[in-house]
């Protein structure tokens, strides 16, 4: 079946360096969304990519969806506190009457102050 | 506030008995997801309804059920509990289940003991 997976698993930063994280589904996905998860929350929709080379800038967040569709990178420009928190990408098949978003296994960021 | 309500937020039942965890879904929202996420992990996919029926299916165990109702509230049925079904279940809706972001509820925290 589907599986995401995203890398790295943890990522410990100082305030002000740049993070990515790097999600990669085992097949073709019709859409992919990002999400973030504060410690005790729930995931928090972020942004939704569909297109083959989309990119994607809210703010200091950039995302991208990669040419073949099975890839997606979110990237944090100088990192900040308020940015601790596991972030999710969620991705949706291809196949016909595919419905479900498969999330990828998270990335944990914590920010050092 | 995401706008879906789940209840209740904390629960703790011994092996063996069964539970209810119940999920009002966002006004207008049709499509509603069941999570489940284990302490420190991803997000399970579980199982989605549409507008009542049955639209996808996850790895979700024989002992669990679960119906969306003519209101669209949905109900996830926990029997034959397990000390390893303990976990945070999240509800999430979504405006259509396609292309839609998914609108998370705070979670049920189910303690089995």
């Known amino acids: 079946g589907q599986q995401v997976m995203q890398i790295p698993q943890y990522q410990h930063v100082q305030e002000g360096e740049d993070f990515t994280t790097y999600c990669n589904s085992s097949t073709t996905l019709s859409n992919i969304q990002w999400y973030k998860q504060r410690p005790g929350g729930h995931p928090v929709f972020l942004i939704q990519l569909v297109k083959s080379g989309e990119v994607k800038k809210q703010k200091r967040l950039t995302f991208q969806f990669g040419e073949a569709k099975k890839n997606s990178s979110l990237h944090i420009t100088a990192t900040q506190t308020t940015d601790v928190g596991t972030y999710f990408c969620?991705?949706?098949?291809?196949?016909?009457?595919?419905?479900?978003?498969?999330f990828g296994t998270g990335t944990r960021l914590k920010v050092l102050a | 506030d995401s706008g879906v309500t789940q209840t209740p937020k904390h629960l703790i039942t011994a092996t063996g008995q069964r539970v209810t965890l119940r999920c009002s879904p966002r006004?207008?929202?049709?499509?509603v997801y069941w999570y489940q996420q284990s302490l420190d992990q991803g997000l399970q996919f579980l199982i989605q309804?549409?507008?009542?029926?049955?639209?996808a299916k996850g790895n979700i165990l024989e002992r669990f059920s679960a119906q969306q109702f003519p209101d669209l509230h949905s109900e996830l049925n926990l029997s034959s509990l397990e000390l390893g079904d303990s976990a945070l279940y999240f509800c999430?809706?979504?405006?259509?289940?396609?292309?839609?972001?998914?609108?998370f509820g705070n979670g049920t925290r189910l303690t089995v003991t």
């Open positions: 969620a991705g949706r098949g291809t196949t016909s009457g595919t419905y479900k978003y498969i």
């Open positions: 309804y549409y507008n009542g029926e049955e639209r």
């Open positions: 999430a809706s979504s405006l259509q289940g396609t292309n839609s972001p998914l609108h």
């Open positions: 006004s207008g929202d049709l499509s």
